[in-house]
């Protein structure tokens, strides 16, 4: 066993009785272990603005005194714009500062972006960083472990207090993004803090993605409860092997039974990861929108919406199915109505068009599908109002 095995296999070994509130400190040791100087965990938080640091619980540690801190100076957050630690997150690949002493090592679960490791050393050589690379995974293995459960994992990742409608939904929504070689979904929630009813699902089963983007109407917690329920009942007729047409008469059944004052608007869909064959049915929501080369691909996916859901018509009335064949970097895009209808201070819409438009053009500069995304909801708070929920999903198909 190498020093780095035994370094990371004994960090892994002590990890398992300890709270959100000692990672910093058995991260620091372990790679003090491997030769660094010191490090510092920043985990981004849920509208991905900044990067947040975990404190250590002593002020006198060694990486705190490497970064030059005081004792009774906390290390701040960072902004993801415009600094190397978000270039470190934003590009998904470790950064390195012009003296090589300090390096920036993107935290990724799966393909899901958590946060950032900075470690320093006196010199950065390429073992030193592959110990890095692997130190920041087995932090990132800790934090997402604990963070279901561990408050202070909440506290950090959070700028302002949550509505209790918001809780619901984000206690039920998954990560904001998942993959594998071949394919990516993301997904962004806003306004993160006081979503109504809005909600997206995306899962993977046996080489088919699932997709699912929610619009409860209303905003308020009937509104959050809604999509919840929907949720559950797209997941369960899922996993019992319910088709696309199951999956919305079920969501139909339950909500006009127990939440009978509410409607809701849906897509929901599978992509056979194999043949790009994407299936979907469309309940009274805006049509998905099909990106391929650079260009949204003209009426690709516009076909007739179903009724929105919640009215109880029973398996008669089962939406139909649609079908599109994708080609390898293909590009689907889900959005709800909140979108494009944000407006700008002279009251015009953000539409359909300028959504596609910014979405070509991020991708276009070479971001990633999660970057893409960010990048798209900064613009629109920064330049629009947002009068609804907005929820977009992007998929890109790459088979390797």
């Not at 997904?187 to 995306?202: Q, V």
Request: overall charge negative; glycine content about 8%.
């Amino acid at each position: 066993m190498t020093n780095e095995d035994a370094v990371l296999s004994a960090l892994l070994a002590s990890s398992n009785r300890v709270t959100a509130a000692d990672i910093p400190a058995l991260i620091d040791e372990a790679g003090r272990k491997l030769g660094l100087s010191g490090t510092q965990v920043y985990l981004a938080d849920l509208q991905q603005a900044r990067l947040t640091p975990l404190a250590h619980p002593d002020p006198e540690t060694p990486s705190s005194k490497e970064a030059g801190n005081k004792p009774d100076e906390p290390v701040e957050p960072i902004e993801i714009e415009g600094s190397m630690a978000g270039l470190a997150y934003r590009t998904q690949r470790t950064q390195r500062s012009r003296d090589d002493c300090t390096a920036w090592v993107p935290m990724i679960d799966g393909v899901d972006r958590v946060g950032v490791l900075r470690a320093t050393a006196p010199c950065f050589e390429d073992v030193l960083l592959e110990s890095c690379a692997a130190l920041a995974g087995l932090a990132t293995l800790l934090v997402t472990a604990k963070s279901s459960h561990d408050e202070l994992l909440v506290d950090r990742t959070r700028s302002r207090t949550m509505t209790t409608q918001a809780e619901l939904l984000w206690a039920f929504v998954p990560p904001r993004t998942i993959g594998t070689a071949d394919v990516t979904s993301t997904a962004i929630l806003e306004p993160a803090y006081d979503a109504g009813g809005d909600a997206f699902d995306h899962s993977l089963s046996d080489g088919v993605l699932h997709l699912a983007l929610l619009d409860a109407m209303g905003h308020d917690l009937a509104s959050g409860g809604a999509s919840a329920v929907a949720l559950g009942a797209s997941r369960a007729t899922r996993r019992a092997g319910g088709t696309l047409a199951d999956i919305a008469t079920t969501i139909d059944t339950t909500l006009s039974e127990w939440i009978p004052d509410r409607l809701l608007t849906a897509v929901i869909a599978r992509l056979d990861i194999a043949t790009g064959r994407f299936t979907w049915i469309n309940c009274g929501h805006p049509p998905p929108l099909l990106i391929r080369d650079g260009h949204v691909v003209p009426q690709a996916m516009e076909f007739p919406a179903h009724l929105p859901l919640g009215l109880g018509l029973g398996p008669a009335a089962a939406p139909d199915e649609h079908h599109v064949r994708l080609q390898p970097g293909d590009r689907v895009l889900l959005y709800s109505d909140g979108v494009t209808e944000a407006r700008t201070s002279d009251g015009s819409l953000f539409g359909d068009q300028r959504l596609a438009d910014s979405v070509i053009r991020t991708m276009a500069s070479g971001n990633n599908p999660p970057e893409t995304l960010r990048r798209l909801v900064r613009n629109l708070h920064e330049h629009h109002r947002l009068h609804d929920d907005a929820t977009i999903m992007l998929v890109r198909w790459h088979p390797h």
